[in-house]
């Protein structure tokens, strides 16, 4: 495709087909933000406080995690080099993954820190920039935690 339009306003006055293509820029839209459900992934007591599982859901592997009486879902794979954060250390929000130290925050994905230090993760923070992790929507209906692919 040569050439893509960003909003409505881009697409050429008076080009033939406009109409058209607003209508279907409105339907890919439309059905780019239905296709978003809530799926199942574990039952409330399930999980424990303070306790994280890997669930694999939708084609996804998931980090689910308990702090409190709150739920969070984020990719379990380490955006560094693909750690099992489901196999690190949580303390509050905050998970550790358990192969080079980078912690995240599973409450926004962002990162809390890139890599544990010392001159290998100087040379690594070099060569790969800090990622911040997908987090998903989380919900709990009927004692089931459901989360939103
Ligand atoms: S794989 Fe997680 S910090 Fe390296």
Redesign the pocket.
């Known amino acids: 495709m040569p050439y893509l339009w960003r909003s409505k306003r881009e697409i050429p006055e008076g080009s033939l087909g406009r109409q058209t293509i607003i209508r279907l820029l409105a339907m890919i839209h439309e059905w780019g933000c239905s296709m978003s459900k809530f799926t199942e992934v574990s039952k409330i007591d399930e999980l424990k406080d303070g306790i994280m599982k890997a669930v694999i859901a939708e084609g996804r592997e998931i980090l689910l995690a308990r702090v409190g009486d709150k739920y969070y879902a984020t990719d379990n794979r380490?955006?560094?080099?693909?750690?099992d954060?489901s196999q690190g250390k949580l303390e509050g929000t905050v998970v550790t993954?358990?192969?080079?130290?980078?912690q995240f925050d599973i409450s926004n994905g962002q990162v809390v820190r890139?890599?544990?230090g010392g001159l290998m993760s100087k040379l690594?923070s070099a060569l790969k920039m800090s990622k911040a992790l997908t987090v998903y929507n989380v919900k709990v209906e009927d004692g089931k935690v459901l989360v939103e692919f």
């Open positions: 380490c955006p560094h080099m693909k750690g954060l993954c358990p192969l080079h130290g980078s890139w890599l544990k690594g």
